[in-house]
């Protein structure tokens, strides 16, 4: 997790460079770079990363996996943070993600495909919470962009 947050902060920092100058095809290409690094890094947290047939459970009650300890803290705090850069990466790169509906049932489609894929595999339990979290962290994402550029725009004038 700490090798994907600290991907994002440098990648953030490479786009305001790149915004900065205005090139216009280099910001496509490194957005394009960290949708893809994304997406591999979520695959392999979500799924690669365990073994076959290691788990196999389902969880299909709205919160009932948070819960009081730090781990079950923990675990919430991660499928949001894992979920950022969808709704920060997708909306640069496709216009009709710009939508905040669109961006956020991309977020639940995509997710419930983890999850799906995490039961069947049994290389991860299938939770509604996850998909909740995932498409929070989505949520807070498309903030993220949408205050940037409102920022941007304020700058400019």
Not at 28 to 54: K, Q
Not at 56 to 83: C, K, R
Request: glycine share 8%; proline share 3%.
């Amino acid at each position: 997790m700490g090798i994907l947050c600290g991907f994002i902060v440098t990648a953030i920092h490479v786009l305001h460079i790149i915004l900065k100058q205005g090139d216009v095809h280099g910001r496509v290409r490194i957005l394009e770079f960290c949708l893809i690094t994304y997406i591999v890094a979520v695959l392999f947290i979500a799924l690669v990363s365990r073994e076959p047939g290691s788990r196999d459970m389902i969880s299909l009650i709205p919160f009932s996996t948070v819960g009081s300890t730090a781990q079950s803290h923990a675990y919430v705090v991660e499928n949001i943070i894992m979920f950022i850069p969808f709704g920060f990466l997708l909306p640069q790169l496709w216009a009709h993600m710009r939508n905040l509906g669109l961006c956020l049932l991309s977020a639940f489609i995509t997710s419930m495909v983890i999850e799906v894929t995490q039961v069947v595999t049994k290389m991860g339990y299938g939770q509604t919470d996850d998909v909740i979290t995932n498409v929070i962290g989505a949520a807070i994402g498309f903030g993220i962009l949408w205050t940037v550029q409102k920022i941007k725009l304020t700058n400019r004038y």
